[in-house]
């Protein structure tokens, strides 16, 4: 015990076309659920994959619960669940084929707690999964993450094509474990879910780690949208100077600026007026990295930026 | 049949070994049953002892005695039909093992359990020898059927040499196959690769009867070690057999070497 879940230094690995991870130092403790935010192309998966030792780094380290994953990839694996990005499953099986070929593989599976992991995710095993929905076979895919109770769980955009219901009994699972002391590593490009699910987050862009921070403290600094509409015109000065607040624009009766950290100083500002509507509209991770870019100088943002 | 690679491999193939199967079976009774016809035919035997060099040294060197129950097996059956069919065979499953897997993205879900990659290799590699070898049985078993059925005078002994060591042909390119789709990943390449090498090698034995400058060369195609010391006439010829099994074996281990060292493609 005592070592961290998963610890790389210097990780770098690079493709013939794509850029692959540049000197990833990376630390995930023992039962956290780390959440891994980047856009698509980031490197995610390619890290993910350097863990797993199905792809060899150009340089640099990797360990997993203390076993360095090129020479003890086994002893790793049988410790581990993964569920990769690119599901793939052998079509010509059941789920319930699948599920059993994947715990013989590993030497066995609690049967019992593999139904009752479907039967919540809502998860037929009957069925052929040439048949399947894209959602049905992503379910497949977690329970098999999960089925062998591994210490640590690395799961590759978990919630790609899940419906909301089955994504939230996704994430009460994922607590559940936590509860039990499972360490996750949760690659995702919708910061509200990792919000939701995880301890701390790692901003990964362009190959390079550009921030590792507490969710709470992410949220706090995270840039929101706002747009708030007046029942009358009001004056742009009633607004100057709210801490937070930029790229302020008042048009007739609409505001609509961008702001982070706390919205209390906003609201009571614009209490002051006839208020119909406050809107948020989603922020696009890349305009969250420009933020972090300007809010913490050498946060990581040299490079290919 | 799911409890581990070697099976599962196996399973996956059960329908498509079926019908290859009752191909081979349905090919080798009919040839035997057309063979009494032959037999009796003046004008045939004719033809082979008129018949051009090229044509005797194309057919193999038994085109003499194309109407003896071991020449017309040989002609009709084990010089081109019978190991083009086994090579397709092994290639087939040679190919599908390492890169058919990874171009249809599973090979992630696999490596992912904790088993070594060589073994995943060797189990399906096992698979293919398997699989290709019960082809083989079927071969053998049908042939020595059929000439029980229709008074074809040959022994099943050397029925059974002729079958191994089509077996033992068709694995060695069935082991190149697996070899270049452990080295590259793609199923396409991996076909492609050993599909040429038969065809090349096959020809490099079989011109060598005529054309003077190919004769040293015969001894690197595996259709030498397969046909030359005619197994269907005088049986198995162990070192030639122990040839093509050594470079089975060889392919098999390069395999494992190659697949180890790789990143697996997305």
């Known amino acids: 015990m005592g070592e961290a879940a998963i610890l790389t230094r210097g990780l770098t690995k690079y493709y013939g076309r794509s850029r692959g991870v540049e000197d990833l130092d990376l630390v995930v403790e023992r039962g956290e659920v780390f959440g891994f935010l980047g856009p698509n192309g980031a490197g995610k998966t390619t890290t993910i994959r350097l863990l797993l030792d199905l792809i060899r780094p150009t340089r ?93 769980l690395i799961m590759d955009e978990p919630t790609n094509g899940l419906d909301p219901l089955v994504q939230l009994e996704f994430h009460r699972l994922v607590r559940e474990r936590r509860q039990e002391g499972t360490t996750f590593f949760i690659s995702s490009h919708n910061l509200p879910e990792v919000e939701r699910m995880c301890d701390r987050v790692g901003i990964i862009r362009e190959g390079g780690l550009a921030a590792v921070d507490e969710v709470e403290s992410l949220k706090r600094k995270a840039l929101r949208r706002l747009e708030i509409h007046f029942a009358q015109p009001v004056p742009p000065e009633a607004f100057a100077g709210i801490p937070g607040v930029r790229d302020l624009r008042v048009e007739g009766r609409t505001l609509t600026c961008s702001l982070a950290g706390s919205v209390d100083a906003l609201i009571k500002a614009a209490a002051r007026f006839e208020v119909l509507n406050v809107t948020s509209p989603e922020v696009s991770l890349e305009e969250i990295f420009i933020h972090y870019y300007r809010e913490e100088p050498g946060g990581g943002g040299e490079g290919h930026a | 049949m799911l409890k581990n690679v070697f099976l599962k491999t196996l399973r996956d193939q059960r329908v498509s070994l079926a019908w290859w199967a009752v191909g ?41 005695d194309y109407t003896s129950p071991s020449g017309f097996l040989h002609g009709e059956l084990f010089f081109v039909m019978a190991p083009m069919l086994f090579i397709i065979f092994a290639v087939s499953r040679g190919s599908a093992a390492i890169a058919g897997e990874e171009g249809k993205g599973t090979l992630d879900l696999l490596l992912a359990n904790p088993i070594p990659r060589r073994r995943v290799v060797l189990e399906k590699a096992a698979s293919m020898a398997a699989a290709t070898l019960g082809l083989g049985l079927v071969l053998w078993a049908s042939l020595s059927v059929g000439a029980a059925l229709f008074d074809m005078d040959i022994s099943p002994a050397n029925l059974a040499a002729a079958s191994l060591s089509c077996v033992l042909l068709g694995l060695v390119f069935g082991n190149l196959a697996l070899a270049v789709g452990c080295l590259t990943g793609k199923r396409g390449r991996s076909v492609g690769i050993a599909a040429a090498s038969a065809v090349t090698t096959f020809f490099v034995y079989s011109l060598s009867g005529m054309v003077k400058a190919l004769k040293p060369w015969s001894r690197i195609s595996p259709f030498y070690y397969y046909i030359a010391s005619e197994p269907l006439k005088r049986g198995l010829n162990a070192a030639h057999a122990l040839v093509l099994l050594a470079a089975s074996l060889a392919l098999g281990a390069l395999s494992v070497f190659l697949f180890e060292r790789r990143d697996i493609l997305v």
């Open chain 2, 24 to 64: 081979i079976a349905a090919l080798c009774l009919f040839l035997v049953a057309y063979y009494p016809t032959v037999s009796r035919t003046p004008s045939l035997i004719e033809f082979m002892e008129e018949a051009p060099d090229w044509v005797k040294a194309f057919i193999g060197e038994s085109a003499e």
């Open chain 1, 60 to 152: 640099g380290t990797a360990e997993v619960l203390g076993m360095d994953v090129r020479g003890r990839g086994v002893d790793i694996r049988r410790r581990v669940g993964y569920l990769p990005g690119e599901l793939a499953l052998y079509e010509n099986l059941t789920g319930e084929e699948l599920l059993r070929y994947l715990a013989n593989l590993r030497g066995g599976a609690d049967w019992r707690f593999t139904r009752s992991l479907a039967g919540r995710l809502d998860c037929d095993l009957s069925q052929a999964i040439k048949t399947l929905s894209r959602g049905n076979r992503q379910k497949l895919g977690i329970v098999q993450a999960f089925m062998h109770r591994p210490e640590l």
